[in-house]
């Protein structure tokens, strides 16, 4: 582990199955990345709830079910470390030290808070407010210097690099300020040629049968201007070959079909064929990995809890050294253990609950 570049932290909220735009932007990205970084991949759903606090059964399906597709895309839990956010308590117990260096004017200038507010209509919360600083202590909790996330997320890192800075400043030299790292990976549209959104109806999941991908495939969106099969079509702007390029590695035949596409000499129906062909080839050894991970909830379950117990070891030193930094005497009186096990059960909490696996 020692010899690799830096440590990465990154995440995702578990907010439903993870679609095909996930597997080409973000996952491979981080499979690969594994090999020159250590890695922590946090589930966080704390952040979840800073919009989605009505539907606790969503959350907790949506939990097991990112691990799944997570595990499946090629993230390895004998290498990486995966992360319950909500069960290692020095995420927020960061989360409330840092609020006190962050003034709630930076925080109503951030971008994706002012889009959020506007676009659902809501009335903020304190917690989707701070959604920021809970972000920038999950990454420095573990001290990571390496963050790979979409672009929409630059704004959450640069202000945990001001986070980092303002406390180095004050406190002594604790933090990495760590760096974004953006995929190269162009955007894969959705199959009505919007962005792709598990929520539009748009996307084709890891979880979807080849039979249910291939009738998304057929029904795609493509050149609008082409009327009959032997009308010249457009290649650019077409989610067909968007898709082809993503998903065909033989090259040759993709820059064939752009051609005879162009000259109005195949039709879309062909075209369509033959990507269900192809996207299902590429999808099928995950999907075979996802099925029979899918058999074994327990397994997940523990997956999580084995990285989740080193996640907080490190977490709780880091915490230990800023609590110690910033005056509070927690550490002097350090006799109660910092884990925060599960406490005794309440009448209505069900542990197995949790073992649902979508
Ligand atoms: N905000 C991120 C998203 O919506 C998820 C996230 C939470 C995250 N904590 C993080 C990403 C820390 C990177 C680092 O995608």
Redesign the pocket.
């Known amino acids: 582990m020692s010899a690799k570049k830096g440590r990465i932290?990154?995440?995702?909220?578990p907010t439903g199955p993870r679609h095909i735009g996930h597997l080409m932007g973000t996952l491979e990205t981080w499979a690969r990345l594994q090999d020159t970084y250590e890695c922590f991949f946090?589930v966080?759903d704390l952040?979840v709830l800073t919009t989605d606090y009505e539907h606790p059964q969503r959350v907790r399906e949506n939990t097991l079910g990112i691990v799944l597709d997570w595990l499946a895309a090629g993230i390895d839990p004998d290498r990486s470390t995966l992360v319950l956010q909500s069960a290692v308590p020095a995420h927020t117990q960061l989360d409330t030290l840092l609020g006190m260096l962050v003034t709630v004017s930076r925080l109503n200038r951030v971008p994706t808070y002012k889009e959020q507010v506007k676009e659902l209509h809501l009335q903020p919360s304190l917690g989707l407010l701070a959604?920021p600083v809970?972000?920038a202590a999950?990454?420095l909790v573990y001290k990571a210097n390496t963050?790979p996330?979409?672009e929409d997320?630059l704004p959450?890192i640069e202000l945990t690099r001001e986070v980092a800075r303002r406390f180095n400043q004050l406190y002594g030299e604790t933090f990495p300020e760590p760096d974004g790292l953006l995929s190269s990976t162009p955007r894969l549209p959705g199959t009505d040629n919007r962005t792709m959104h598990t929520s539009y109806g748009n996307a084709i999941f890891l979880r979807d049968t080849p039979e249910e991908t291939a009738r998304k495939v057929m029904s795609m969106y493509t050149d609008p201007t082409r009327i009959h099969a032997n009308d010249p079509g457009h290649v650019e702007g077409n989610p067909l070959f968007a898709y082809l390029d993503a998903f065909n590695p033989n090259q040759a035949e993709v820059d064939e079909l752009k051609a005879r596409y162009r000259s109005g000499t195949v039709g879309d129906v062909e075209v369509k064929r033959r990507l269900a062909v192809v996207l299902n080839e590429y999808l099928a050894p995950i999907r075979r990995r996802r099925e029979q991970l899918a058999a074994r909830p327990d397994y997940l379950v523990d997956i999580l809890r084995t990285g989740t117990t080193r996640a907080r070891e490190q977490a709780g030193k880091t915490l230990a050294e800023v609590q110690e930094r910033m005056g509070l005497a927690t550490n002097l009186i350090q006799s109660i253990p910092q884990t925060g096990g599960r406490g005794p059960a309440t009448s209505e909490y069900q542990p197995e609950q949790l073992l649902y696996v979508p």
């Open positions: 932290l990154t995440g995702h909220r946090l966080a952040h959604y809970l972000q999950d990454i963050v996330v979409g997320q959450h």
